[in-house]
């Protein structure tokens, strides 16, 4: 793959989980049913190689887990001449709250033991205040006398003691004198949660998101330089995304894609009632193989690798009463008593907010009867205002129409009384004569 692609690949890679894991996190909520992890290549549960802060919830569950990687090979490079390696690894939970295991390496039983311990379970918040936290684990990786091998779980040879001895003994390998992976630390959270629970319409899709950082197995690679080690170190930070589909009550398909500190990798798995199998393709951005002579690395690092798993997970109380489908039931049961103490404490809250919202309604009618009794009162107030005005008025108006006419101004010269006798046909004077006198008769 040429250097650009690879840069492209790598850029749009990255970026895509993160805003995927950054856009869906903001909207999470708790999964109706409880997430599930079945066991990683080499370490522990988790997702294809980088682990999940999370424990099967039943103590006394356990996993038994086979995974093969294939590798290039060339008789150039005789160190590495298996073009197939493979690993093994078994472990069991306890109370729901840890995890212990061990991996056999090889078959010179190389191995290293692991184990994890759940600090914050999301699935205790369900429901209550905290319910947007992510679960978070913190564990060891590699735990035993093999500190020297690398992320593939590769490292050492057997070989014949210097002194002439013929017993073999079992020593770290040229190319991996310098690793120190013992001891592997690492924390991790995970926050799962179901696309139906960001829309109703949506299936029950389960999502998880995945974060972590550690050291020795996520950052060390002794003295191989890193650009031949890994085409995409992180210095221990890993990261990644898990999808899963239910067919079935008793089928998951889960579909896997996450940087495990060193590169890109991606897979799926398919369980059913117990027994898993699953597919990956790791290093994705590493490009091609390039194997070169007196180079040993060459033939492990820096090119895409195919890897196989095999596996299957039980619990042992119920195979001892006999019963290998009681540990599912379990859980089943359990999902059912989580599923309906979230309804019910859905349905508590839709009641409480319907009560709120009757309360809110009563107090804006109280407040509008409050209102309409204040504009009342002020109609009333203002209507006998009028009446009064209106009275008043009328009164006005009636005192008006009653009184006397106004009497025409007196003369200056009041008239002479009549005569006590008037002549009964006064002869009406010539036309042009003066008046007669008064006082005087004609």
């Not at 003994?169 to 995970?190: C, E, M």
């Not at 994705?284 to 070169?292: F, N, Q, V």
């Not at 106004?406 to 006064?426: F, G, I, K, L, V």
Request: hydrophobic share 40%; with cysteine.
């Amino acid at each position: 793959m040429p250097r650009v692609k690879r840069a492209t690949f790598r850029a749009c890679a990255g970026w895509g989980l993160a805003l995927v894991a950054c856009s869906v996190v903001l909207l999470a909520r708790p999964l109706h049913a409880q997430a599930e992890f079945a066991q990683t290549l080499n370490w522990g549960s988790g997702l294809i190689d980088i682990p999940a802060a999370w424990v099967s919830p039943l103590s006394g569950d356990f996993s038994l887990n086979w995974s093969a990687k294939t590798l290039q090979t060339s008789p150039a490079i005789p160190q590495y001449s298996n073009s197939l390696t493979g690993k093994g690894a078994l472990q069991v939970a306890l109370f729901g709250r840890a995890e212990l295991g061990m991996s056999v390496l090889s078959s010179d039983f190389e191995h290293g033991f692991y184990g994890q311990a759940l600090i914050l379970n999301q699935d205790d918040f369900r429901g209550k205040a905290g319910a947007f936290l992510p679960s978070v684990a913190f564990g060891i990786r590699n735990v035993g006398p093999y500190s020297h091998i690398d992320r593939f779980g590769l490292g050492y040879e057997e070989t014949l003691p210097a002194n002439g001895g013929s017993a073999p003994q079992i020593v770290p390998d040229s190319l991996h004198r310098d690793f120190k992976t013992g001891n592997t630390i690492y924390g991790v959270a995970t926050k799962s949660f179901s696309l139906e629970d960001l829309r109703a319409s949506w299936p029950d899709i389960g999502m998880s998101l995945t974060v972590g950082y550690g050291n020795g197995l996520f950052s060390n690679h002794g003295s191989i330089p890193l650009r031949d080690y890994a085409a995409d170190a992180t210095g221990g930070l890993f990261y990644g995304i898990k999808t899963d589909f239910r067919p079935s009550t008793n089928t998951m398909i889960s579909l896997m894609a996450e940087n495990n500190a060193w590169d890109f990798n991606v897979g799926t798995a398919v369980s059913w009632r117990g027994l898993r199998a699953g597919v990956s393709v790791t290093e994705l951005a590493a490009g091609s193989a390039h194997l070169t002579a007196g180079d040993p690395a060459s033939a492990l690092y820096r090119y895409p690798k195919v890897n196989f798993t095999l596996g299957w997970a039980s619990n042992i109380f119920a195979l001892l009463k006999g019963n290998v489908l009681e540990n599912r039931a379990a859980q089943l049961r359990k999902q059912r008593d989580v599923l309906l103490a979230d309804i019910a404490q859905r349905q508590t809250h839709i009641a409480q907010l319907q009560g709120e919202i009757r309360r809110y309604e009563a107090q804006n009618l109280l407040e509008l009867e409050e209102r309409r009794a204040q504009a009342q009162t002020e109609l009333q107030t203002e209507t006998e205002a009028l009446h009064r005005l209106e009275e008043r008025l009328k009164r006005i108006e009636i005192e008006t129409q009653g009184e006397p006419e106004t009497p025409p101004p007196a003369q200056s010269q009041p008239p002479a009384n009549p005569p006590a006798n008037p002549p009964a046909n006064p002869q009406p004077s010539a036309p042009g004569s003066p008046p007669p006198s008064p006082g005087h008769t004609l």
